[in-house]
């Protein structure tokens, strides 16, 4: 049975900082590219950020760019998200996701198995 179980979220005021983990379990995790995904009240789920199954390559969304760092640890099974300088419109609850190999697309068909999602709240 597959299982991706985020943490670290929580309460942080603007510009401040968070490391999200997302465990994982029943896969073999270096054949999976991960990503993060998020969704706020009202809002559809989108797009963070994607690591290759190899940790050579990874994408951002635009709005994070420069302030969120996505990697892996293939010894531990963990994929991280660490974030700087956060902002309110950053409030959210945050997935972590894997999917088998292939041409990067920041869709959730892209992934195949997804977390249950941790809150992350930015006062501002």
């Known amino acids: 049975q597959v299982q991706l179980v985020e943490s670290g979220g929580g309460l942080v005021q603007a510009g401040g900082s968070l490391r999200l983990s997302c465990a994982t379990s029943g896969l073999i995790f270096n054949r999976y590219n991960m990503a993060w995904f998020r969704q706020a009240p009202g809002k559809e789920r989108e797009f963070v950020a994607h690591?290759?199954?190899?940790?050579?390559?990874?994408y951002y969304a635009d709005s994070v760019k420069g302030r969120f760092t996505i990697s892996r640890d293939n010894a531990k099974n963990t994929v991280y998200l660490q974030m700087n300088n956060l902002k309110p419109e950053d409030t959210a609850v945050y997935y972590c996701a894997a999917g088998s190999p292939g041409r990067f697309s920041p869709t959730l068909r892209s992934y195949n198995y997804w977390g249950q999602g941790t809150q992350v709240t930015v006062s501002s």
């Open positions: 690591i290759s199954w190899s940790g050579s390559t990874t």
